[in-house]
């Protein structure tokens, strides 16, 4: 059945393909947040143990919820490593090489800040798009990247 959700075919699928972008991003950082859970070293390992867990376990929530978001436009989430790898803006590389919880932070905190940007730069020419509720659902996100980045910095600050 086709999609009528009052939004042109063309504007479903600008959308689809920032939310696509933006899904690799959350996979990618997900996969990298459990990476800093199991691998932190250091006289803080159980604290900051804890608190990567606590961060994956949010940033899976985020990924389920876009690749819904994909799903209600009526189009299909990617959903497979290749394809993530290839629209991430993100890298599965570190600047950091460090398994210290100093600089996992510093590593994480710079992908978070990344979507950030990311989102920024497509809330208003979604909502321009009369997609308010994506417009939404990316404000929401965004208020979650700027807690997230918060708490990483206060870390190391």
Known sequence: ??????????????VTDVLSRLLADEFVLYTK????????????FHSMH????????ATIVDVDDIAERIRHLGHYAPSSLKEYLALTQLTESRDNEGND?????????????AII???RENIDPIDE???????????????????AAWMLRAHIK
């Open 50 to 57: 804890l608190f990567f867990q606590s961060q994956y376990e």
């Open 101 to 113: 919880s100093a600089s996992w932070i510093k590593d994480l905190c710079k992908d978070h800040e």
């Open 129 to 147: 798009m009369h997609d308010q509720g994506t417009a939404d659902f990316l404000t929401s996100l965004l208020e979650k990247h700027e807690e």
């Open 1 to 14: 059945m086709k999609t009528n959700i009052g939004l042109k075919d063309d504007v479903r699928q600008k």
């Open 33 to 44: 947040t459990r990476k800093a859970h199991y691998n932190v070293e250091g006289i803080d």
């Open 117 to 119: 940007v990311f989102l």
